[in-house]
């Protein structure tokens, strides 16, 4: 009996029995849905495998904060502000690694009955960045009265970087909406720096004795106890007009919002000046830049670098100093900030 055409008993060309073939396009549409089933199933996969990954890393105390900076200390910055909401502070420290190092807040207590500080240093910033970081914490603490900026030449080397060094959106979300912060770790998914850190961050938290610790005060201060090794930062590179702009305009905001700001050049090692920086001039080049930069605002300019008369012995590298010598330089800060605040008329040279 002749089969009808298009049995799957019929012959192909060649005269060999078997199934009829499919269609190209049936083929096709075959093969994507297979694809896209096997895309899905890995996805799938893949997040249950890294979420129990975090899971594990925060279970034995090693999982870091979400890397919403790509930075590991200043994104630990922002968890510590998640874990210790601000409690209305009228005190703000501002600038770079050496605001948060060089700042002790409880003497401010001390010797300011009322003071509510708050250390806002993030590590590795550049001038313009401390002004974001600086705007968007005022924004959330409108407490804030008075603003302290603690800073060092390198933080004005360069300002070619994005001042935003973190999404606002995502910092406001994490640190003062306080949402779940496991979709951050895949919004900001980044298996390299996972994996280091991983590995350091658990002794950096409870570690003092780290020369890169973690640690923080109540308050925010970041001490460091132990030697760099070595001075860690050589000479100083050039200095860049865009980084005293946006001082500039930190400062005459500060103005119109009638927070008094305080600059302080914070000391640097008598063995870096002696190596790099002999007969003083880039150190004093860069308190005149400071000083044009604040000219005609009411913003106090304080060169602790040169008044505060730090031996080597206080300094753990070139410019950061240990936390048994920043007792007296925050006293000597506060007893400038008082002079201001008695009706002594700030200056840029004070």
């Not at 001042?163 to 895949?186: C, K, L, M, R, T």
């Not at 109540?218 to 132990?226: A, C, E, N, S």
Request: charged share 20%; glycine share 6%; net charge neutral.
């Amino acid at each position: 009996m002749r089969r009808p055409a298009g049995d799957p008993g019929s012959p192909d060309k060649a005269g060999n029995p078997g199934r009829a073939r499919l269609s190209a396009p049936v083929l096709i549409a075959d093969a994507m849905r297979r694809y896209l089933l096997a895309l899905a199933l890995g996805a799938t996969l893949a997040v249950i495998a890294f979420s129990g990954l975090l899971a594990a890393l925060e279970m034995k105390g090693m999982l870091p904060a979400p890397a919403i900076t790509n930075s590991e200390c200043a994104d630990e910055k922002l968890a510590f502000l998640r874990a210790h909401p601000p409690d209305k502070p009228n005190l703000l420290i501002i600038g770079s690694s050496v605001a948060w190092r060089h700042f002790d807040s409880s003497v401010a207590t001390r010797m300011a009955p009322g003071t509510s500080p708050l250390n806002g240093g993030f590590c590795g910033l550049r001038a313009n960045q401390i002004a974001y970081t600086a705007n968007w914490l005022i924004e959330h603490i409108p407490s804030v009265k008075q603003v302290i900026m603690i800073t060092a030449p390198q933080d004005f080397e360069t300002c070619e970087a994005p001042s935003e060094i973190f999404s606002a959106d995502s910092a406001d979300a994490f640190v003062f909406g306080h949402a779940s912060p496991w979709p951050f770790y895949f919004q900001y998914f980044d298996p390299v720096s996972l994996a280091r850190n991983s590995t350091t961050v658990a002794d950096r938290r409870i570690n003092k004795l780290n020369p890169l610790s973690m640690v923080f005060t109540k308050y925010g201060d970041g001490p460091v106890l132990v030697d760099a090794p070595g001075l860690v930062y050589g000479r100083l590179g050039n200095l860049d007009p865009a980084c005293f702009d946006a001082l500039r305009a930190m400062a005459l905001a500060f103005q119109n919002q009638n927070r008094p700001f305080m600059v302080v050049m914070s000391p640097v090692n008598p063995a870096w000046q002696a190596l790099y920086d002999p007969d003083h001039r880039s150190m004093q080049a860069f308190g005149a830049y400071l000083g044009r930069a604040l000219n005609g605002t009411k913003a106090q300019l304080w060169n602790a670098s040169a008044d505060a008369g730090l031996k080597e012995a206080a300094f753990t590298d070139a410019i950061h100093i240990r936390w048994s010598a920043v007792g007296p330089l925050s006293e000597m800060i506060m007893q400038k900030l008082r002079r201001a605040d008695s009706g002594k008329a700030p200056s840029a040279s004070d």
